[in-house]
T-cell receptor, first 115, second 114 residues
Framework: DSGVTQTPKHLITATGQRVTLRCSPR?????VYWYQQSLDQGLQFLIQ???????AKGNILERFSAQQFPDLHSELNLSSLELGDSALYFC??????????????FGEGSRLTVL | AQSVAQPEDQVNVAEGNPLTVKCTYS??????LFWYVQYPNRGLQFLLK????DNLVKGSYGFEAEFNKSQTSFHLKKPSALVSDSALYFC????????????WGAGTKLIIKP
């Protein structure tokens, strides 16, 4: 168990809808990362937050947004969903020590299916 | 641009045999290299990393990796494979040009046959 909790584990929705994925990092970790894993594109970095502030942005679509709250949990909002957004969305966290070396702790993911 | 490549989509090994999962990288400067494993329906787990020092790095579950600067490789190895090692393995390199994010390989599916 990595200590990173993601909810929901599975989500099925329709095109055009909006969903919110939630992540609770390991206790004490200030950094939260969001990744998308799909069959055709592999593991794609979306965005990183550090102590409530956006730190780095990757291949995140404009339809997607994220935030990190004062209690350090994070939410990834996906809107105007398309079939191609079906994927496994991972959250990862790190602390100051492991962030410096790049070691991340991953949750078990939220599997999104868009029909 | 910095990149990492895993040339094999899948590696098949008989249980008890040694295994190697290949990774090559392209970075400017000294690389920070990582291996992660993803078991079915699970998140990624950190296996090992190379930052500096000894070229042979030991990690979790009996895995090790050899850093080879001249060949720009960081291959994952294990002397004797177990069926339970069957999983998806990802190599990653830290991108010094992009806020130190990890650049990930496409992953290699390792299948260990009894």
């Amino acid at each position: 168990d990595s200590g990173v909790t993601q909810t929901p584990k599975h989500l099925i929705t329709a095109t055009g809808q909006r969903v919110t994925l939630r992540c609770s990092p390991r206790s004490g970790d200030l950094s939260v990362y969001w990744y998308q894993q799909s069959l055709d594109q592999g593991l794609q970095f979306l965005i990183q937050y550090y102590n409530g502030e956006e730190r780095a942005k990757g291949n995140i679509l404009e339809r997607f947004s994220a935030q990190q709250f004062p209690d350090l949990h994070s939410e990834l909002n996906l809107s105007s969903l398309e079939l191609g957004d079906s994927a496994l969305y991972f959250c990862a966290s790190s602390d100051a020590r492991t962030e410096n070396t790049g070691e991340l702790f991953f949750g078990e993911g939220s599997r999104l299916t868009v029909l | 641009a910095q990149s990492v490549a895993q040339p094999e989509d899948q590696v098949n090994v008989a249980e008890g045999n040694p295994l190697t999962v290949k990774c090559t990288y392209s970075v400017s400067g000294n690389p920070y290299l990582f291996w992660y494993v993803q078991y079915p329906n699970r998140g990624l787990q950190f296996l090992l990393k190379y930052i500096t020092g000894d070229n042979l790095v030991k990690g979790s579950y009996g895995f090790e990796a050899e850093f080879n600067k001249s060949q720009t490789s960081f291959h994952l190895k294990k002397p004797s494979a177990l069926v339970s090692d069957s999983a998806l393995y990802f190599c990653a390199v830290r991108d010094m040009d992009s806020n130190y994010q990890l650049i990930w390989g496409a992953g290699t599916k390792l299948i260990i046959k009894p």
